[in-house]
């Protein structure tokens, strides 16, 4: 029975440590969102569907900064025509720690953070006009680890883009669920020498 409760307690520390480990300074983040929904905020509510693939590298503990694109076709539901939507830039996400004040641990491995992009981005509207401008967000999230290295995301983010062209400011809330695929350090540099060979 000793044996049993101490495996239980060490396999309840391992998995908490795992949770640790995927975002320590050095390790990679790889990952795309999968599904998208919207909610305009001034141009009514619809849905999209994008490839919104992301990247970024733990420059400290917690702490992750990378690169966006976003790929993706939209539709309000007012009966406006179909919009193709495209961004690149840089983002950045913060995890909090399960012992950081007012942070309530969902589950033992998954982690809420916060993500915040800013990138230039634009959309062409089917037989309409077309814009480009600066594209940002920011938003939480939860990601929750059901492998050492792979997460399972949900992020409700505003979402906004400046035009620099015929529109104006273009705003909504998205919620967004997808994967992110922790890599440590080692793994990146063992991956990389067995591409280039």
Same mark, same amino acid.
């Given at each position: 029975?000793k044996?049993?409760?101490?495996?239980g307690?060490l396999a309840?520390?391992g998995?908490a440590?795992?949770?640790?480990?995927?975002i320590?300074?050095g390790?990679?983040l790889?990952?795309? $969102?999968?599904?998208?929904?919207? @909610? +305009?905020?001034n141009t %009514?509510?619809? =849905?999209s #569907?994008?490839l919104?693939?992301?990247?970024a590298?733990?420059?400290?503990?917690?702490?992750s900064v990378?690169?966006?694109?976003n790929?993706?076709i939209?539709?309000?539901t007012?009966?406006?025509?179909?919009?193709f939507?495209?961004?690149v830039g840089?983002?950045g996400r913060?995890?909090l720690?399960p012992?950081?004040?007012?942070?309530?641990?969902?589950l033992?491995?998954?982690?809420w953070?916060?993500?915040?992009n800013v990138?230039i981005?634009?959309?062409s509207?089917?037989n309409g006009n $077309?814009?480009?401008g600066?594209? @940002? +967000?920011?938003?939480? %999230?939860?990601? =929750?680890? #059901?492998?050492p290295?792979?997460g399972?995301?949900g992020?409700?983010k505003y979402q906004?883009q400046a035009?620099f062209?015929s529109?104006?400011?273009n705003?909504n809330?998205?919620?967004?669920?997808?994967?992110s695929?922790?890599?440590?350090?080692?793994k990146?540099?063992q991956v990389a020498r067995?591409v280039?060979q």
């Amino acid at each position: 029975m000793k044996k049993l409760i101490l495996t239980g307690i060490l396999a309840v520390a391992g998995l908490a440590t795992t949770a640790n480990a995927q975002i320590q300074q050095g390790n990679w983040l790889v990952g795309s $969102s999968l599904l998208s929904s919207n @909610f +305009g905020l001034n141009t %009514g509510g619809g =849905y999209s #569907i994008a490839l919104q693939p992301k990247g970024a590298y733990f420059i400290k503990d917690n702490v992750s900064v990378g690169g966006y694109v976003n790929l993706g076709i939209s539709k309000v539901t007012n009966g406006s025509p179909t919009r193709f939507d495209y961004a690149v830039g840089g983002l950045g996400r913060y995890y909090l720690s399960p012992g950081e004040k007012g942070v309530d641990n969902l589950l033992q491995h998954g982690r809420w953070f916060f993500e915040g992009n800013v990138g230039i981005g634009g959309s062409s509207v089917e037989n309409g006009n $077309s814009t480009t401008g600066l594209d @940002f +967000g920011v938003g939480p %999230g939860y990601s =929750y680890f #059901i492998t050492p290295n792979i997460g399972l995301e949900g992020l409700v983010k505003y979402q906004g883009q400046a035009g620099f062209g015929s529109e104006g400011l273009n705003s909504n809330i998205t919620f967004n669920v997808g994967f992110s695929i922790y890599i440590p350090t080692s793994k990146a540099k063992q991956v990389a020498r067995d591409v280039a060979q």
